[in-house]
């Protein structure tokens, strides 16, 4: 990758983006042997977790491989699509697969809030667009925090109170940041003023989809389990 490159390389063209893959060697060697040591580990574990793992590889594929890691080069909107595969797919999936112990779900959630702030800071963003390494330290800042939240959240089996009051703080917040990005009067991020135009957006414009992108396709189902457990902490109450 050339230094002067994001890590995602080049924008695509917007004719030829479906074939824009990411192949680095080092990240698909990473990968793959991510994948065969996960499914070892759990060649003797139920199927619902060995599914977990495969739905895993499948959103880091699709966030650092398919042609979605280079769109994020020229759309901003791709990008938080890109966020909502880690944090609502990869991140909950992991957590299926390997649950982690459960820790400080109050510090659990200020990191991960943390890092999806932090990604939206326009020096921040510039910072992870000019170096892999600050890239790849913001990907894994919201992996794991994400890994250790949803491991609280699906480990909890009768404290439903708790975890909603968790799940209904992030979907909160992604409402706030999705409402900035939708109502801003300007475009925040530089990074895209030239790419945008090429897909048919201007960088303001690109900015708002993005917005709603946070909230529906981020929310919603998000939303959906904040009500699956609602139900079932009042069921819960009425059986008590």
């Given at each position: 990758m050339k230094p002067d490159l994001p890590y995602c390389g080049p924008a695509p063209d917007p004719h030829a983006w479906i074939t824009a893959w990411n192949l680095d060697p080092v990240l698909i060697g990473c990968l793959g042997a991510l994948a065969i040591g996960g499914f070892w580990q759990l060649r003797d574990q139920g199927v619902l977790r060995k599914r977990a793992f495969g739905v895993a590889i499948f959103a880091a594929v699709l966030a650092f491989v398919s042609p979605l890691c280079a769109m994020t080069v020229a759309l901003f909107s791709a990008r938080t699509l890109h966020h909502l595969v880690v944090i609502v797919l990869l991140a909950p999936a992991l957590a299926l697969a390997f649950p982690l112990r459960r820790g400080p779900q109050a510090l659990v959630f200020l990191m991960l809030s943390g890092a999806l702030w932090l990604w939206h800071l326009p020096v921040i963003y510039s910072a992870a667009w000019d170096s892999a390494s600050v890239y790849w330290g913001l990907q894994l800042a919201l992996i794991m925090p994400g890994w250790m939240f949803w491991s609280a959240l699906l480990g909890q089996r009768r404290d439903n109170v708790a975890g909603l009051v968790w799940l209904v703080?992030?979907?909160?917040?992604?409402?706030?940041?999705?409402?900035?990005?939708?109502?801003?009067?300007?475009?925040?991020?530089?990074?895209?003023?030239?790419?945008?135009?090429?897909?048919?957006?201007?960088?303001?414009?690109?900015?708002?989809?993005?917005?709603?992108?946070?909230?529906v396709p981020g929310m919603v189902p998000l939303g959906i389990l904040a009500a699956i457990m609602i139900w079932q902490a009042l069921w819960q109450g009425a059986r008590a």
């Open positions: 703080s992030l979907v909160g917040q992604m409402g706030v940041l999705g409402a900035l990005l939708t109502f801003a009067p300007r475009a925040f991020y530089m990074e895209h003023l030239a790419h945008a135009p090429r897909f048919g957006f201007s960088a303001l414009e690109d900015q708002q989809l993005a917005g709603l992108i946070m909230w």
